[in-house]
């Protein structure tokens, strides 16, 4: 009747520990899914963003000896350096 009953305990902690494993792994994949989820999106609005774009002044408003003013957008307003 021991015996009978170890095996019985035996399979019954197998068959738990079976369960706690399923369950745990399908936690960790659910939050691995959502996790690449959230990092494509993040990645696809990065590039969504509109990219600064360097803007230059004419060379014939210049007066003589004088270098050419650097202007560029930096996505929160125009900078010109004189």
């Not at 399923?22 to 969504?48: D, H, N, Q, T, Y």
Request: aromatic fraction near 4%.
């Amino acid at each position: 009747m021991q015996r009978i009953r170890s095996i019985v305990f035996t399979i019954l902690a197998m068959m738990i520990a079976g369960a706690t494993f399923l369950f745990a792994a399908s936690v960790g994949l659910a939050i691995a899914g959502i996790v690449s989820v959230l990092m494509i999106g993040s990645m696809l609005a990065a590039k969504l963003q509109p990219a600064p774009v360097r803007a230059t002044a004419r060379n014939d408003r210049r007066a003589p000896g004088q270098r050419e003013p650097r202007i560029w957008n930096d996505g929160r307003g125009t900078i010109i350096d004189l």
